[in-house]
């Protein structure tokens, strides 16, 4: 996932410890300040160990107002407006802000603690007044539109010209062709749903980790391996329940521990932990708020000219409506619910043939599948773990990899401050040797942290501001218990290569302007380099040289390789399933028109699945309405599906590298040029049909999906 950011400031639109450091008593901004001046380290990247809770306030409010001072200096500028006294000057606005709220969006949500939230929920409305200070600037867009309308004339080379369409483009769509009144109103509207948004993170944090399954009887964990019940014991130390296990529940519906928990209670106590998590009529409900959050947008669309918000949202993405990006959505619903019948008949068979007693239900369905597979395939998830020891997986699978798609070189940096203990630092080599970005990685699972896994950068690296990229990626997989192995699952492992994929994205970039640079494209473009870059987790290349056992170093036996192969499409409709019904419950969500107000967010969400045909009991959706943290708070709405409509171009750009060899550094260097170092600088279904030769086709990712 690309983590689209609270809020945007110009340039850079997007999109613990109890604290970094020690706590310091000053909030006002002064030159001590470590976000004062760029950092001095290499490349800017963040001075962790200067940094302090404190510190984050000031250096935001002093950058809004510096950022207000630029940009109102180029609105009144007297000289008649040219491409570089307003577009690239706003492009140079900022860095103070950018530079402060970069760290402190990144430690809202993968380090954050009392004082971090109570900064991000007085921050949340100042920042989104700030973003509308400028864009309903009347005298700045009126410099803008003079130039846009004259565009044809100015003489713009191809970058320079969609840079000027994208800002008039961002412009209109903040509202800045709208009457003074609407700009009130939206004003007002932005306000609210930015608070909203930063209380709804706050509150599924708070939901999660006090969702977390407090087991009080070992035999309630029988089935689990001894790392698992290791790791448990672990995170319930953590919580000063010693003598306890707590399984804590990661962002999805379904969790890692499901496959092996052969006590059906503790599977079910575990799968209703994770499902009503925000709905307890608590201070972490977050029902009220989803309500009010739909309508807010609802509202939005209508005073900027849109029948709802996923028509607003769209049509500034590659799927251009609603309408198809639901199609994409729907097509595939028959073949899902046919997949999942024959899935769901073996699973219910097998149950009957061990007189289980009992008919499956949604919490018994990840149990019974790894038996299916165990029985079908003779493959056992827990027979991979071995052969996934961390380090391995990112040096000798994620690293090798890029070395031998683009030439990249990686060397640990551990001189370099960081924000937690969980996280390293790499600095990333060029093919001739010459150092280019900085990357960190954050992957054990916090109580303080956000979930699911994301990349987002530092610094963006530009040519206009001489920046380098500084990019980090960010996990939650299960932290190994003291003593044990850090071994990892198959899918934490695809998770891996996916926001690496991004980080290649954003640091592989080579544009001039901050607008553009790396991952600022369409959501649903932005996904598609992520999913390309997990097909080469099983490379067999790749796979050969990072799948050792932790132990013996022996390489993972072909045997065992060609049943994970051949059990790749297993269990496809209920993934599918799962992943289908939570796009198209986003889509319900936002497809709303104006002054339709819902009374039960648990009504709506049934309703809405029995509206597409994919209420499917077994398969609750990976994320349900009242934990969906994409389009609550993390600039998914109505953007979810960009993941299926992404994945069929990566499937169908993979299937482009097998009819021209597969992976070589021709073939990488090429995807590099065409696709990754473009950033947004084109029209990207323009960039991907220069790559391809043609549209992309939807015929691979059914086929890779065992759906065709």
Known sequence: MRHRLATFVIPALALVLAACGNSKSAMTFTPANPFANASTLLYQAPQFDKIHNEDFQPAIEEGMRVQIAEVSKIAADAAAPTFDNTIIALEKTGLLLTRANNVFQALTQANTNDTIQKIQTDLAPKLAAHSDAIHLNA?????????????????????????????????VRAGALLSAADQTK????????????????NKLLAGTKAGGLVISDKAELAGMGDAEIAAAADAAKARKLD????????????????????????????????????????????????????????DRAKLLGFLNIAAYVTDDQMAKTPDRAIKLLTDMVPAITNKVKGEAAAMQDLADKQKAGFKLEAWD???YAEQVRKAQYAFDESQLKPYFEMDHVLHDGVFYAAHELYGLTFKERKDLPVYHPDVRVFEVFGADGSSMALWYCDYWKRDNKIGGAWENSFVDGTGLLKTKPVIYNVGNFTKPGAGQPALLTFDDVNTMFHEFGHALHAMLTNVEYPRLTGTNTPTDFVEFPSQFNEHWALEPRVLANYAKHHETGKPMPEELLAKLKKARTFNQG?????LVQAMLLDMA??????GEKQADADAFETAALKKFNIEIALIPPRYRSTYFAHIWSGGYNANYYAYMWSEV??????AWFTEHGGMTRANGQRFREMILSRGGTDDVAVLYRKF?????????????????
């Open 186 to 201: 939206l004003r007002a509207l932005n306000e609210e749903e930015s608070k909203l948004s930063t209380d709804f993170q």
């Open 139 to 171: 005298a700045l867009f009126s410099r803008i539109k003079a130039l846009y309308d004259s565009r044809a004339t100015l003489g713009l080379d191809s970058t320079q010209f969609f840079l000027l369409m994208r800002y008039y483009k961002d412009f």
């Open 589 to 594: 969500w936002h497809t709303l028109p104006p």
């Open 649 to 654: 171009l990566d499937d169908d750009a993979y």
């Open 243 to 298: 003598g306890k296990w707590v399984l804590p529940l990661q962002n999805t519906t379904q969790q890692p521990y499901q496959p092996s928990l052969s006590n059906r209670a503790t599977r079910e106590k575990l799968f209703r932990a994770s499902t009503t998590r925000t709905e307890h009529g608590d201070s972490n409900d977050t029902r009220a708020l989803i309500l009010r959050l739909a309508q807010l947008r609802a």
């Open 692 to 708: 391809r030769g043609r549209d992309p086709e939807v015929g691979p990712l059914l086929v890779n999906r065992g759906l065709k």
């Open 574 to 578: 209920y993934a599918m399933g799962e």
């Open 365 to 367: 369905w990840q149990f």
